[in-house]
T-cell receptor
């Protein structure tokens, strides 16, 4: 089992460009999450999907959109990237009452 | 509102010694879960240990144990016999009440642990 996979691992964008971060899990988990990690601020929840077909905003959703494509896949889209979105992005999955398992992260630099 | 506080930005420990990483939390709900994650320099987030608010005993996983003091709202991670490979950032996290359907976590800001030979 691969667990949680994310693509790409690294990305550099120019301000205003768009991109989609992909996430997939093979643990048959119902819930999936997108976080961003910035220095000194821990991980903050951007969006989550409690189950297939549902998505909800987290703590810092502005500038992002998500799609729960199916039970396995949950993508994060930046429509018009801004330097403030330079961060490390983590995808995670879980079921109720168990730990969240994280992907390896995507390092995004917006110039 | 729920909150997690890690007051130690960084710590040093000698190899083979024990170390305690502090975590305090704030919630008004009696039902919650507490987690610790390790983030080595390679960047991945690794789940270490879990404590439920109704668990009668402190959680243990190998060299990791959780010193859970409910009245003080603290959930400190204890690492016994530190190894060089324990050098990493450690995050404490809390899950919203069991009644919630989302299993969302809120994270502290982390403690950077450096194990010295």
């Amino acid at each position: 089992n691969a667990g949680v996979t994310q693509t790409p691992k690294f990305q550099v964008l120019k301000t205003g460009q768009s991109m989609t971060l992909q996430c997939a899990q093979d643990m048959n988990h119902n819930s999936m999450y997108w976080y961003r990690q910035d220095p000194g601020m821990g991980l903050r929840l951007i969006y989550y999907s409690a189950s297939e077909g549902t998505t909800d905003k987290g703590e810092v959703p502005n500038g992002y959109n998500v799609s729960r494509l199916n039970k396995r896949e949950f993508s994060l889209r930046l429509e018009s990237a801004a330097p403030s979105q330079t961060s490390v992005y983590f995808c995670a999955s879980s079921d109720l009452r168990v730990a969240q398992y994280f992907g390896p992260g995507t390092r995004l630099l917006v110039l | 509102a729920q909150k997690i506080t890690q007051t130690q930005p960084g710590m040093f420990v000698q190899e083979k010694e024990a170390v305690t990483l502090d975590c305090t939390y704030d919630t008004s709900d009696p039902s919650y879960g507490l987690f610790w994650y390790k983030q080595p320099s390679s960047g991945e987030m690794i789940f270490l240990i879990y404590q439920g608010s109704y668990d009668q005993q402190n959680a243990t996983e190998g060299r990791y144990s959780l010193n859970f003091q409910k009245a003080r709202k603290s959930a400190n991670l204890v690492i016994s016999a530190s190894q060089l490979g324990d050098s990493a950032m450690y995050f404490c996290a809390m899950r919203e009440p069991y009644g919630g359907a989302t299993n969302k976590l809120i994270f502290g800001t982390g403690t950077l642990l450096a194990v010295q030979p």
